[in-house]
T-cell receptor
Framework: GQNIDQPTEMTATEGAIVQINCTYQ??????LFWYQQHAGEAPTFLSY????GLEEKGRFSSFLSRSKGYSYLLLKELQMKDSASYLC????????????FGKGTMLLVSP | NAGVTQTPKFRVLKTGQSMTLLCAQD?????MYWYRQDPGMGLRLIHY???????AKGEVPDGYNVSRLKKQNFLLGLESAAPSQTSVYFC??????????????FGPGTRLTVL
């Protein structure tokens, strides 16, 4: 099974940098995903890490440490539109790549 | 290219009624999934399918049935709805495992209320 922990809520100011952490305890591991979900909408894919290190995509970066069971999503130059829920999800090592999602971190960006 | 679509978008049922939620994808994905999302609980996997004619149970399958008669469609059925099934239901699809991330693509969701 999987156990995934994320902070419930975070607040930040427009233009700032915010780091959203995710820790996991798993019986197997085959990749970690970050999704963004605006209120009332579907989750959309942000990033994927399967090896240790940092993946950068524009204003968003994601880091993974497999030995520590730890990931973070880094959002730079925050904009109001970044106010959303950020979901961490782990793919297990089984033959079928189902995801287990954390409960999500609600980020509120204020002016 | 519509991606993943779901019908209906909203539905209100009375306890004991039945209904079917339809998910369709036009990306030729092998894998399809049904999730429910409840406040404070995150997304939880109900059932999934790894190909036409196959289905498997996820984390919370009780009270639901699924069918995958065609590769592009994945149906979720509630035979006798209960208030505990009030939720937002998301369908998703993805390519086979292997290669890069094989991220899941989500439909817009169905908001179901059971009275």
């Amino acid at each position: 099974g999987q156990n995934i922990d994320q902070p419930t809520e975070m607040t930040a100011t427009e233009g700032a940098i915010v780091q959203i952490n995710c820790t996991y305890q798993t019986s197997g591991f085959n990749g970690l995903f970050w999704y963004q979900q605006h209120a009332g909408e579907a989750p959309t894919f942000l990033s994927y890490n399967v090896l240790d290190g940092l993946e950068e995509k524009g204003r968003f970066s994601s880091f993974l440490s497999r030995s520590k069971g730890y990931s973070y999503l880094l959002l730079k130059e925050l904009q109001m539109k970044d106010s959303a829920s950020y979901l961490c999800a782990v793919r297990d090592q089984g033959g079928y790549s189902t995801l287990t999602f954390g409960k999500g971190t609600m980020l509120l960006v204020s002016p | 290219n519509a991606g993943v679509t779901q019908t209906p978008k909203f539905r209100v049922l009375k306890t004991g009624q039945s209904m079917t939620l339809l998910c369709a994808q036009d990306m030729n994905h092998e894998y399809m999934y049904w999730y429910r999302q409840d406040p404070g609980m995150g997304l939880r996997l109900i059932h999934y399918s790894v190909g036409e004619g196959t289905t498997a149970k996820g984390e919370v399958p009780d009270g639901y049935n699924v069918s995958r008669l065609k590769k592009q469609n994945f149906l979720l059925g509630l035979e006798s709805a209960a208030p505990s099934q009030t939720s937002v239901y998301f369908c998703a699809s993805s390519y086979l495992v292997g290669g890069a991330g094989n991220e899941q693509f989500f439909g817009p969701g169905t908001r179901l209320t059971v009275l």
